[in-house]
């Protein structure tokens, strides 16, 4: 699994909660493989020309590289919270960091597909001014959802700026 390193973060940034993919996002391409591993034993002999064998086995090799591939991707994505960010990193080969700043996050939206909530996970949007960054199948949605609303209600209500402000009467 992808992690970001201390090179990728901002001066004073901390990481405060992360979170793989839901493990559920891994059926699908193992389904995928152990179907395609079936199907190429029963073609391969059942088939009696050579040119039908290998048509089969080209078909299942293509499944097979597709579940590997999404595989791949499904271990490659992380999200991230800091302290000042909301971050995800996918990327098997390439590593791809979007991320949208905490003091721009005006919304933390949260939806669940009914196969979502059977397995207790969700898709978060976060919608920012300028952006919306969309976390799918994210592992504990809900405290993930907290963790972002901690930090941007962190960075609203600043203990000395609130104090200041009802100094100043404003």
């Known amino acids: 699994m992808k992690t970001i390193t201390k090179t990728e973060l901002m001066p004073g940034e901390e990481v405060i ?4 993919m839901h493990w559920k996002t891994y059926i699908l391409p193992s389904v995928v493989i152990m179907l395609a591993a079936i199907i190429l034993l029963l073609v391969t002999q059942a ?3 050579m040119a039908a064998k290998a048509a089969a086995c080209t078909v299942i090799a293509m499944l ?3 579940a590997v591939t999404r595989l791949l991707h499904v271990r490659s994505v992380q999200y991230l919270v800091t302290n000042r960010r909301v971050i995800r990193i996918s990327g098997a080969f390439r590593k791809k960091v979007s991320n949208v700043n905490i003091s721009d996050s005006l919304q933390v939206i949260m939806s669940q597909t009914p196969e979502q909530y059977a397995f207790a996970t969700a898709t978060l949007h976060i919608q920012a001014a300028d952006a919306v960054l969309v976390l799918g199948n994210v592992q504990n949605p809900i405290r993930f959802r907290m963790k972002v609303m901690e930090q941007t209600t962190s960075g609203l209500f600043n203990a000395d700026s609130y104090t200041d402000h009802l ?3 404003n």
């Open 64 to 66: 097979a590289a597709a």
């Open 47 to 49: 088939a009696t020309s």
């Open 17 to 20: 909660h992360s979170a793989p």
């Open 167 to 169: 100094k100043s009467g």
